[in-house]
Each structure stands twice: as C-alpha cells, then as structure tokens.
C-alpha cells in the first residue's frame, strides 16, 4: 500500500465539486481512463460526460483512472501499488469494463504504462475470461481505430449519447461467455469488435482487405445524435486543477459545414447541429453556480445562429465569457466587446494559411482584407493581444507561399502597433506554427505530409523572419510529435505494435524497424485514388467520392460553398444512420 498515492487522491477527489459517487453491489461497473493526466482529462467535455451518464443510470457506476504525473508514477514504481480509481480506490481488475476516452493520437503512447500499472496484458489476445472487456471511445475511436485494434477488445464509434444505452443494455445481458458476449456486441450500431474481421495485405504493405467475420457487419456505421437539445455537454465536475479550473464549460454547438479540406473534426462530426438559447439557458445558469466564467465550446463558436442571444444571456447573469479561437470571417464588434468585457487579453484568429492560393487550396472561404478586417475589430476593440495559427507544409506549398505568410504577418503587425500606440500599450503578437498532418475521412486523407527536412528549414526561415519584429514571437509544434500523429494517425494494425518500444522512449524509425515496418510508408506517401484505407472498416456517412472530388476541387483552388440547410452532397443527411429523430 502507499498511502502517499491514497492520501494524493483523496485530497484531489475532495476539492472536487460535483455529485456524489454510487456504492459498490448490483451495478455494472465501468473503469472509465483518460490516458493522460487529471489536469488534461477533467478538461474534456466528452470524458466529463460519459462519467456523469454512467452514473446517472441506477444500474451502473463509473469511477475515474489517470494516468499518474511524474511524482506519482515514480510512488508507484517505488511501492508496486497498482493503478487505482479515483473514487473507491479499487483496481482496475474488479471492474467489469475497462472504457478508455482518447481523443489525441499520441496518448496512444501511455497506453502500455497504464495496462503495466494496473498489471493486465496490453494485447487483447492475452486477456482471458478472468480480465474485464476493454473498450475505446473518444475522437480515435472514429477517426482510425486500427492502430489500436490489436488492443482493444472494442470500439464505440461515434457518440455516446447513441451508443451508450445499448452497449450498456447488452452488457448487462452478459452470460460470461465471452465469445458470445462479443458477437452479440458487434451486432450492436456503432460497436467495433476488431477480432470480427479478417486483414489482409498487398505485397506493397497496402491493404488488401478487411473482412468480416460473421455476424459482423461489412462497416460500422458512426452514430450520431440527431438533436442535441436532448442532452447536456457541460462541466458536470468542477475543479481548480485544470487548465480551465477558472470557468464552465459548455458545449454549443458540434460539427462545423466549412467544409475546410484539411479539418478532421469538420467531417468526422457531420451534420453540424447546434443547441438552442432556451436549451443552453439553464445549462449556463448551473455553470455559474459554480465559476464565474462560462466557456463556450464549439467548432465554430461565432457560427451558433443564436450568438449574440447566448452572450447577452451570460453577461445579464452576471457571468464573463470564453472562447478559444473566433471565426475570421463571422466575427462581430460584439463578440468582441464581450470578450474585453469578460476580462480576456489574448484573442486567437486562424488564418491557416498564409497566401490565397493555399487558403482556397483548404477551403477557408476568406481573404486577406477579411483577416484584417478581423484584426481590426479585435485590435479596436481593446484587447491588448493576439495569437495567430498558421499550417505548414500543406500539399503544394512552396516558397512563395511563404513569403506570403510573412507578408502577411507584417501588416498585421502594423495594423496592432497602431492601434496600440493609440491605447499607449503595445500588445504582443504570437504565431503558432503547426506542420499539416493529413487525416483520416478529410479531402486531404489521399495526400502526403512534408517531410522533416523540408519543415525544418521552412521553420528556420520563419523563425529568422519573426525573429527581427519587436513584440512578436512565435511558436512551433514539435515535429517529432508531429510526424508520431501522422504515423499513428493513418496507420492499420501492424503500427500498434511500435507502441511499447515508443513508449519505452524509442525514435519512431527505430520502433518501426523492430517490427519491420517504414515509417515513411505511412506518414510520407502520397496515397492513389483507389487504395483501401485502415479506417474505412468505419462509415463515416460522408461519402468517399465526395472527398476524392473536395481534393480535386482543392488541387484547382475551387471553393465549395458551406453546409446548408437542406444540403445532400456528402452523403450524411442521406440516410438514418445517425439518428432516425433529427430534424429537418
């Protein structure tokens, strides 16, 4: 026993403000994981509500499992006291389903620290009728879950609101027969049960086949729920240990109709749909109750049709205002005044990219004088600084693209000095810098990611540029950390197993080499029209000619218009998948 590691978590799960946990006897019991710290975990909406959903149903109980900070994994390296739950302090073991939420790739690499902590074999395959089933959910369970499919027992695609009431249902009907147990569960919409389909490759590494064991079905169509005025996403746990400790949050709205061709999150969450006013109003009075800020969450936040409503409904109850990022091109002096007023400093606008051709190459539907039309509103409306994020390295960027960029930056720049110097305070202006990593289910799925020498002096060239402008800085995203997201990314199966030699602290060419994989087959290849890709054991609803065609479009800078209401092109609304009570 440690009672360091007891006393840590009892003391964390009392400053916390939320409902009281359910008692232990006659209850499914759901070992829910964030394979990432407490601080990163109870800042996730999604993992924040299938906790409060599970426990919100009297047959079930759901406690919380984190990956241990640095002093804590070294208690538990020091005194072998296994990986616990936040609540009873139970292990992992005694729990019925092991659920794990991830919602970022390179998380996959804390995967075997914690079936090592918790002392149960990472593969599915050595996992016996003694260990609990284990589940993926989250983003990358929708995205491409097979780098993970040799690990998981199975996969909840798309979201819970959808999924959770049969998988639960289904659970409860166990017979302790495990087979049967999951060829009943892969029969369930939007379950994925990997060990139901057969792989086979080409003799160039290329996919040749997932096929499906019966009873699985040929695809796993994504779930989706149709109204979200029919369930609260909000911070149903409070507590100061988080990123976002000062303020709840609430989701708004989910999906985005831009239709930008490099955005996962834009087509994975298709159709977009968006909670009403009334919906929302005692959603932010109950955030209130508790901190003072209210974060709103979406896609796009400036794009709820009811905006300035939900603003003005915050600020008379008293409450300030948050967002992450604002919408270049719907952006307004009241969004804007709400945001000085709720006592922000820092605004963030998102160009992408910093030359025409590339923004319509992506879709972004804007242009440069609407960028600084945007950073006027922003400049003029008293908020002293600004952050700006930018790709690099997006299919057919060259040098001129660049310069552009800079050209870019520059009358931003000055438009902010001169608006500071007339408030007699110079803000600072930060660039963050982020290579394109192509991603499963978008337009850009087919193309290539820049390789690493190529971003690297891409990156000294910006880094010399900025580097001279005063009150200027900027940032860029790892690019060890960049190309594992890509590798993990658009991998298959075989690309699971670098994962304890990654962990272990391997270079991702050396952890490759050891199971006789190129890491450049997957991350720097440039994909044919027809190659089979690992993640379309999934539907998505979109369908793959509509993407093939947005990347033709992007290769002739054509815009595609956004989502409408009524629109049909991409496949989507087509067909029930999702949810047989949307509306419209």
């Not at 509500?49 to 426990?55: C, E, K």
């Not at 970022?104 to 074999?121: M, T, V």
């Not at 990314?489 to 990654?502: E, S, V």
């Amino acid at each position: 026993m440690s009672r360091k590691l007891l006393d840590n978590a009892r003391q964390r799960l009392a400053a916390e403000e939320g409902p009281p946990a359910h008692s232990w006897g006659g209850r499914l019991s759901v070992a829910l994981i964030f394979p990432n710290t407490y601080h990163q975990a109870m800042s996730n909406l999604g993992f924040q509500w299938v906790h409060h959903a599970l426990n919100s149903r009297p047959d079930c109980l759901c406690e919380r499992f984190f990956l241990p900070d640095p002093a804590e994994l070294a208690e538990h390296r020091k005194t072998g006291y296994p990986l616990f739950s936040l609540e009873s302090e139970r292990p992992l073991t005694d729990f019925d389903l092991i659920a794990f939420s991830i919602s970022f790739e390179n998380d996959y690499l804390h995967l075997p620290l914690l079936f090592e902590l918790a002392r149960i074999p990472l593969w599915a395959a050595e996992r016996g009728i003694d260990f609990p089933l284990v589940l993926c959910g989250g983003v990358c369970a929708f995205l491409n879950p097979e780098p993970l499919a040799e690990i998981m027992d199975l996969f909840a695609v798309g979201e819970g609101e959808k999924l959770l009431p049969g998988l639960i249902d289904t659970l409860q009907g166990n017979s302790g027969d495990r087979d049967r147990q999951l060829d009943e569960l892969c029969c369930q919409p939007g379950i994925y049960v990997p060990s139901r389909y057969s792989i086979d490759y080409h003799d160039d590494g290329t996919l040749k086949a997932c096929a499906p064991i019966p009873p699985a079905p040929t695809q796993v169509r994504r779930q989706w729920l149709g109204r979200l005025d029919d369930s609260q996403s909000r911070t149903f746990i409070h507590t100061a240990e988080t990123a976002f400790g000062d303020m709840s949050l609430v989701e708004i709205s989910r999906g985005c109709g831009r239709g930008c061709r490099f955005c996962a999150a834009g087509y994975i969450y298709l159709p977009p749909r968006e909670r009403s006013a009334e919906a929302l109003s005692g959603q932010f009075a109950e955030g209130l109750c508790h901190r003072p800020r209210i974060g709103l969450v979406s896609a796009a936040v400036s794009d709820h049709s009811a905006i300035d409503d939900l603003q003005q409904q915050i600020q008379e109850a008293g409450g300030q205002i948050s967002v992450a990022s604002l919408r270049i091109d719907s952006l307004t002096a009241g969004e804007v005044a709400a945001l000085k007023d709720s006592g922000h400093r820092t605004v963030a606008l998102a160009p992408e990219a910093g030359s025409q051709r590339l923004r319509d190459f992506i879709n972004k539907g804007f242009d440069e004088e609407q960028i600084l039309a945007a950073v006027q509103l922003v400049a003029g409306g008293g908020i002293p600084n600004l952050k700006l994020y930018f790709l690099l390295g997006l299919p057919t960027e060259c040098d001129a693209d660049l310069e552009e960029m800079l050209a870019l930056t520059e009358k931003i720049r000055n438009l902010w000095l001169a608006e500071g110097k007339k408030r007699g305070r110079l803000g600072q202006l930060t660039l963050s810098i982020n290579p394109f990593i192509p991603k499963p289910f978008t337009p850009l799925q087919w193309a290539a990611m820049a390789s690493q020498p190529e971003l690297k002096k891409r990156f000294r060239t910006i880094r010399s540029a900025i580097g001279r402008l005063p009150n200027t800085e900027v940032f860029f995203e790892s690019l060890r950390a960049s190309e594992l997201q890509a590798f993990l990314a658009r991998g298959d199966r075989r690309t699971g197993r670098t994962l304890p030699a990654l962990a272990a602290g391997d270079n991702l060419r050396k952890a490759c080499k050891q199971v006789g994989l190129d890491a450049a087959f997957y991350v720097s290849r440039e994909r044919g029209m027809e190659e089979l890709f690992p993640w379309e054991v999934i539907d998505s609803g979109v369908d793959r000619d509509y993407l093939w065609q947005e990347y033709q479009r992007a290769a002739e800078g054509e815009l595609t218009s956004p989502c409408a209401s009524g629109c049909q092109r991409c496949g989507v609304c087509q067909n029930d998948m999702g949810s047989l009570d949307r509306e419209g």
